[in-house]
């Protein structure tokens, strides 16, 4: 468990001792060959709330990108599509006139094919990445090859430049999940458009937009005084 955590975290050690942990109980209760299961020990570590950023904020950092991390990051928080995913996309799985994308599932998290509706900002991004490299099948490259990493030195130095903490390639997908929320798109929405397997993923970003529970906290009303009888009042 202490050298996983080292290698990569405590969340990701606690993901293989809870794989260990059903193993040795299918030992127990349905191959016995063990009597008792040994007790599995868990990091457990609390849930920090997930890294966005701002519009200022994320103005800021496109101003210190080169021109083809600057249009990958404008796809990345108008999509909400992960690292690989992203880069993995070739020109034959878009229809910009219908404004469609298509993701096949080996090349998604979730191992589903993930059909998305491009937003129409997305369209001059696309139009600026095929300009900047009009040859080979993949939409995102550099110097005519595909990019294999967002998450670069060029990245890091501009976060740092623009003075920012906790920020990596992936908090441009909570970038877009949380403006996405606070602009009025519904949890359910919000699991379909970035390709969540489920819906408890989202729930991180409810708090950001209470709005939608808005006819539910209305119904909350304190009790009315009772009125008093007039016998009541008489003895008053």
Request: aromatic share 8%.
């Amino acid at each position: 468990r202490e050298l996983r955590a080292e290698e990569s975290s405590q969340a990701t050690a606690d993901r293989f001792m809870a794989l260990l942990r059903a193993i040795l109980r299918k030992c127990v209760h349905d191959w016995e060959v063990l009597d008792v299961a040994p007790k599995v020990p868990m990091f457990r570590p609390k849930t920090a709330e997930p890294r966005w950023l701002s519009p200022a904020e994320f103005a800021r950092l496109r101003k210190e990108l080169p021109e083809h991390l600057a249009l990958a990051a404008d796809f990345a928080v108008l999509t909400g599509l992960r690292m690989r995913s992203m880069l993995a996309l070739t020109w034959s799985r878009i229809d910009m006139k219908k404004r469609r994308a298509w993701i096949p599932g080996e090349q998604m998290k979730a191992g589903k094919t993930h059909g998305m509706r491009l937003p129409a900002d997305a369209i001059p991004v696309l139009k600026k990445l095929r300009k900047l490299s009009p040859d080979g099948d993949h939409v995102f490259q550099w110097h005519g090859e595909p990019i294999d990493d967002c998450n670069t030195k060029a990245f890091q130095d501009a976060v740092k430049a623009d003075g920012l903490d906790r920020v990596n390639w992936h908090t441009l997908r909570h970038t877009f999940a949380s403006w996405a929320v606070q602009k009025g798109v519904s949890l359910h929405e919000l699991m379909q458009l970035g390709g969540w397997s489920s819906y408890a993923m989202v729930l991180r970003y409810g708090h950001l937009a209470p709005d939608h529970l808005a006819a539910a906290a209305d119904k909350l009303r304190l009790p009315k005084p009772a009125r008093r009888r007039a016998t009541d009042a008489a003895y008053a």
